[in-house]
């Protein structure tokens, strides 16, 4: 299976920058498409879908999410942090199955 | 408007089965897949299987081959899980989510149910 290696946590000011990584444990992207997905899960919650395919913004996702990143290097940047952002933050690839999580990255308010 | 609805919390014995719902509403259900994934509180998310809903078609995670059986019921756009042989280490809230195309991202989850398997 594909591992997905995340920091477990990251504390960042409110108006601040917050880039959060990813790195797969093999290349994730076929061709010119980049199978890495980024989730948003607050507690007692289920997940929510912010980017899929690296880049692309998922419906009714502020613009101030944004992701790169190819091959086995993935970034979610949120600018600015919000109070509504304070959650944790899972990166997910579809490249080979089973499609597998990272650990999930906790972002907290310094 | 998309939405997935699971059914409610289970308390189960050790070596029942359960069977989990997850009725959905507001798209086409039978051109979309429906995967199933576990997570223990406090730990990631692990995806436990997929299946088509046009053809039943399924795939599973090595991991939870015979523990874990999908099918789907296109007249009620709904789909389900059986959980068999429950061990404690079956406790967890269990999600169900869409994808609608082969890339696999899960763009609406279900509100997920917590499943405690006790004696």
């Known amino acids: 299976d594909i591992v997905l290696t995340q920091s477990p946590a990251l504390a960042v000011s409110l108006g601040q920058r917050a880039t959060i990584s990813c790195r797969a444990s093999?290349?994730?992207?076929?061709?010119?498409?980049?199978?890495m997905h980024w989730y948003q899960q607050k507690p007692g919650q289920q997940p929510k879908l912010l980017i899929y395919?690296?880049?692309n913004l998922a419906s009714g996702i502020p613009a101030r999410f944004s992701g790169s990143g190819s091959g086995t290097d993935f970034t979610l940047t949120i600018n600015p942090v919000q109070a509504d952002d304070i959650a944790t933050y899972y990166c997910?690839?579809?490249?080979?199955?089973?499609?597998?999580f990272g650990a999930g990255t906790k972002l907290e308010l310094k | 408007q998309v939405k997935l609805q699971q059914s409610g919390a289970e308390l189960v014995k050790p070596g029942a089965s359960v069977k989990l719902s997850c009725k959905t509403s507001?798209?086409?259900?039978?051109?979309?897949?429906m995967s199933w994934f576990k997570q223990i509180p406090g730990q990631s998310i692990e995806w436990i299987g997929m299946?088509?809903?046009?053809?039943?078609?399924?795939g599973y995670n090595q991991k939870f081959k015979g523990k874990a059986t999908l099918t789907v019921d296109t007249s009620s756009s709904t789909a389900y899980m059986d959980l068999s042989s429950l061990t404690t280490e079956d406790s967890a809230v269990y999600f169900c989510?869409?994808?609608?195309?082969?890339?696999?991202?899960?763009?609406?989850w279900g509100q997920g149910v917590m499943v405690t398997v006790s004696s």
């Open positions: 989510a869409r994808s609608i195309t082969t890339w696999h991202y899960f763009d609406y």
């Open positions: 507001g798209y086409t259900f039978s051109t979309s897949y």
């Open positions: 299946i088509y809903a046009g053809d039943g078609g399924t």
């Open positions: 093999q290349s994730v992207s076929i061709s010119r498409y980049n199978l």
């Open positions: 395919r690296a880049s």
């Open positions: 997910q690839q579809s490249r080979e199955s089973p499609p597998t």
